[in-house]
Nanobody, 122 residues
Framework: QVQLVESGGGLVQPGGSLRLSCAAS????????MDWYRQAPEKQRESVAS????????NYVDAVKGRFTISIDNSKKTVYLQMNSLKHEDTAIYYC???????????????WGQGTQVTVSS
């Protein structure tokens, strides 16, 4: 079993910053990638940022490039999303996702966090 616990969401003014955290725990043998998704009201869930642990390669949706930074702490199995220069359109529930292999499993599977609310408003 793998569990993801998210934290760091909240209410900020436009131009402000937040840092989201997602800590993975459980019977984890290895993690291939960790990702952040978001879902705004009446919109589909979209991928925001991802990182491949072995290489450190990152990818961002165009809307957040230059403003958001994804990073990891391998020792703590935690992924972060530093969000700067926040805009109203960044308001959404943010979900952590990991591609992880459990101890005893033969392959990787996807796991999701519970979501954390980010609201950007003046």
């Amino acid at each position: 079993q793998v569990q993801l616990v998210e934290s760091g969401g909240g209410l900020v003014q436009p131009g402000g910053s937040l840092r989201l955290s997602c800590a993975a725990s459980g019977r984890i043998r290895s993690i291939y990638s960790m990702d952040w998704y978001r879902q705004a009201p009446e919109k589909q869930r979209e991928s925001v940022a991802s990182i491949v642990l072995s290489s450190g390669r990152t990818n961002y949706v165009d809307a957040v490039k230059g403003r958001f930074t994804i990073s990891i702490d391998n020792s703590k199995k935690t992924v972060y999303l530093q969000m700067n220069s926040l805009k109203h359109e960044d308001t959404a529930i943010y979900y952590c996702n990991v591609d992880a292999r459990e101890i005893g499993a033969t392959g990787y599977a996807d796991y999701w966090g519970q979501g954390t609310q980010v609201t950007v408003s003046s």
